[in-house]
Nanobody
Framework: QVQLVESGGDLVQPGGSLRLSCAAS????????MAWYRQAPGKQRELVAA???????NYADSVKGRFTISRNNAKSTVYLQMDSLKPEDTAVYYC????????WGQGTQVTVSS
């Protein structure tokens, strides 16, 4: 059974940086687009960034220029480098296959606050 395990979330001040990691078991990575999503309190889960097996990327307008998605297929891991963080980036962050996701992991909490 494929599992997704996100890590790297923390409390950070506005303007700070974090690097999230998502490790997947099984063969989900090799031939699939992978994506990061986030869900803020009281809001729907939204797509943040996606990356193809070949490394092409796409970003939500709200994070473009500040976040960078990357992947290591050999390690079955996808990363999200988040710079210039803003309070509105506060959310639980999840990774999953895109567009047909599997069961969600537990996510990792990112809180941006002074």
């Amino acid at each position: 059974q494929v599992q997704l395990v996100e890590s790297g979330g923390d409390l950070v001040q506005p303007g700070g940086s974090l690097r999230l990691s998502c490790a997947a078991s099984g063969s989900i990575f090799s031939f699939n687009v992978m994506a990061w999503y986030r869900q803020a309190p009281g809001k729907q889960r939204e797509l943040v960034a996606a990356i193809t097996p070949g490394g092409s990327t796409n970003y939500a307008d709200s994070v473009k220029g500040r976040f960078t998605i990357s992947r290591n297929n050999a390690k079955s891991t996808v990363y999200l480098q988040m710079d210039s963080l803003k309070p509105e980036d506060t959310a639980v962050y999840y990774c999953n296959r895109y567009p047909n996701g599997i069961s969600w992991g537990q996510g990792t909490q990112v809180t941006v606050s002074s």
